[in-house]
């Protein structure tokens, strides 16, 4: 029986760049991104704020304000979408691929309902009547948890919790049954109660109907529960990639060990500070000729100046890409494990 990590993909992100404007100059925000998404995953898009996780994503349904793709390819389904018109672009988004913004007070209109808001992409995309888009967002309503949903569909957003509304944000992702669904830090705004709720019903929602999940977050315990497959972003371009459970136990590059060793332990003494990488992620103007990551890297050595290619080796008898030098058993010699070891 074949695996959903053999079928193939529905989402392929090839050698993607994405490019800004800003104040007369122009900086490259996404650099060379390689990215799959096969129907049924959930595949993690890990690493701090400004590493480009969230970019990449919209530069999937050309949601990039002022930027726009300058290389690569992003392909749907065996389509080329890269330069799609706008109308295929309109026949995709809500419909194939949905999104689940970060804030929801920002993305849900509070000048109309939710019933309202929910019915648009039905009317838009399903060609329902106003009375089937009205029952079919209660149904949506009732499936994410909404309590009292026939009541609750003409509620205002400022009406709802942040955790309902997020539910309704989920509701409306799943409107018009998509195949793919993007989920942009979906739970950053809400207590953790809340936002175990939010995963688990997003978790019940993916089992029940087959919708493949990208996950963009900055929370490895998330990924942990959550991911079949990580990719790990720094600085606009990937530096790891793997099977969830091999990347997050096996890490391969500097930067993947540094984001799980700043996790917060229950067993750190609380007058201990929060474990954290040094450092910052250098602004698109300021990028390293080489490893973005050699001003914060624990193992930075003079070769990591020069511009780092992705190793694709076998970690515990499974794929991983990594873009570090080291992570090559070529290169790794007696001196390089021991210049680690001192770090360790």
Same mark, same amino acid.
């Given at each position: 029986m074949?695996?959903?990590h053999?079928?193939?993909p529905?989402?392929?992100?090839d050698?993607l ?7 007369g ?5 996404v650099?060379?991104v390689?990215?799959?998404?096969r129907a ?9 704020s ?11 349904l050309q ?56 019915s648009e ?5 399903q060609?329902?009547?106003?009375k ?15 309590p009292?949903?026939?009541?609750k569909v003409d ?15 989920i509701?409306?992702?799943? !409107?018009c049954t ?5 989920a %942009? &830090?979906?739970?950053? /705004?809400?207590?953790? =109660? #809340?936002?175990a709720?939010?995963?688990n019903?997003?978790?019940d ?6 919708v ?25 371009y990937?530096v790891?990639?793997g099977?969830?459970?091999?990347v997050?136990n096996?890490p391969?590059?500097?930067y993947?060990q540094a984001?799980?060793? !700043?996790?917060?332990?229950r067993?750190?003494?609380? %007058? &201990?500070p929060?474990? /954290?990488?040094p450092? =910052? #992620?250098p ?15 624990p ?11 992705i190793?694709r ?16 058993p ?13 770090v360790?």
């Amino acid at each position: 029986m074949t695996s959903r990590h053999d079928s193939a993909p529905l989402l392929v992100i090839d050698d993607l760049h994405v490019e800004f404007d800003t104040g007369g100059s122009t900086v490259e925000a996404v650099s060379g991104v390689d990215l799959e998404i096969r129907a049924g995953e959930t595949v993690a898009v890990v690493g701090e704020s400004g590493s480009g996780k969230s970019v990449t994503a919209m530069a999937v349904l050309q949601l990039l304000g002022n930027g726009r793709i300058s290389g690569g390819s992003v392909t749907w389904d065996g389509t080329d979408i890269t330069h799609a018109s706008n109308k295929k672009l309109r026949s995709i988004r809500g419909n194939d691929i949905a999104v689940v913004f970060q804030d929801p007070m920002t993305s849900l209109d509070p000048l109309y309902s939710i019933g309202n808001q929910l019915s648009e992409a039905l009317r838009l995309h399903q060609r329902m009547s106003r009375k089937q888009a009205r029952e079919r967002a209660i149904e949506l309503l009732g499936m994410v948890g909404i309590p009292d949903p026939a009541h609750k569909v003409d509620a205002y957003p400022h009406q709802l919790s942040g955790g309902q509304r997020q539910r309704v944000m989920i509701a409306g992702a799943l !409107a018009c049954t998509p195949r793919l669904m993007i989920a %942009d &830090e979906p739970t950053t /705004a809400l207590d953790v =109660t #809340v936002e175990a709720q939010v995963l688990n019903l997003m978790r019940d929602l993916q089992r029940e109907t087959g919708v493949a999940l990208m996950l963009i977050t900055h929370d490895m315990g998330v990924v942990g529960e959550m991911a079949d497959r990580v990719v790990v972003f720094y600085a606009g371009y990937v530096v790891e990639s793997g099977l969830a459970d091999d990347v997050l136990n096996h890490p391969q590059h500097p930067y993947t060990q540094a984001l799980l060793t !700043a996790i917060p332990r229950r067993d750190t003494p609380r %007058d &201990e500070p929060m474990p /954290a990488i040094p450092g =910052t #992620v250098p602004g698109l103007h300021e990028m390293p000729a080489g490893c973005r990551f050699i001003t914060r890297c624990p193992y930075a050595a003079e070769r990591c100046s020069e511009p780092q290619e992705i190793v694709r080796l076998e970690v515990a008898g499974k794929q991983r890409d990594v873009r570090c030098w080291r992570a090559d058993p070529a290169h790794r010699t007696s001196a390089t494990i021991e210049s680690e070891l001192e770090v360790l």
